[in-house]
């Protein structure tokens, strides 16, 4: 069985590194790492007294797992804005969290190697739970790019079905 519809001749699943975040319709600058989208859901085993010598699973409870979005550090302010909705040091007694708009739906958009739309999902009430504003230093380490994160709490995500497969594109020599 194809794994592709629209793409017949394609074998090679996509590759990880081509995304974009969206919140507030608008796309956040300069991320280069999202965790992975992960739901679980917890098991019931249970048994009848006449029921054979093996339990019977049920599911009860479904988790989604927080997602931490990371970035090079740079002067875009819209992680700490949205971390600052959550808990604003300083800020007085009855101020401190933003009640009325702390929470955020987020979309999440995959592209192709072409640059393509492939996929997306819709994060429902988002929050974030953490937020580093400056990673490790180390001045006798490897230079590397100085990280921003925020890890965000949420209530479920579900894939945008109106997003299809595109068609790839075939280029022709001259």
Request: hydrophobic share 35%; proline share 6%; glycine share 6%.
């Amino acid at each position: 069985m194809a794994q592709f519809t629209v793409n017949k001749n394609r074998f090679d699943p996509y590759k990880n590194f081509k995304f974009r975040i969206k919140w507030d319709g608008k796309y956040v600058a300069g991320i280069s790492r999202v965790s992975a989208l992960k739901r679980t859901t917890d098991v019931v085993e249970h048994r009848e007294g006449g029921d054979p010598s093996s339990l019977r699973k049920s599911p009860s409870l479904t988790s989604f797992e927080p997602i931490v979005l990371e970035r090079g550090i740079s002067h875009d302010v819209e992680f700490e804005r949205w971390a600052n909705k959550v808990w604003n040091f300083g800020s007085g007694l009855g101020a401190e969290v933003s009640l009325a708009d702390f929470r955020k739906d987020v979309i999440l958009e995959f592209y192709n190697e072409a640059g393509q739309l492939a996929k997306a999902w819709k994060i429902f009430r988002c929050w974030p739970s953490e937020y580093v504003p400056l990673s490790e230093l180390n001045s006798n380490g490897e230079p590397c790019v100085a990280i921003e994160s925020i890890t965000l709490q949420n209530e479920g995500w579900e894939r945008d079905y109106e997003v299809t497969e595109p068609s790839e594109p075939k280029f022709t020599e001259p």
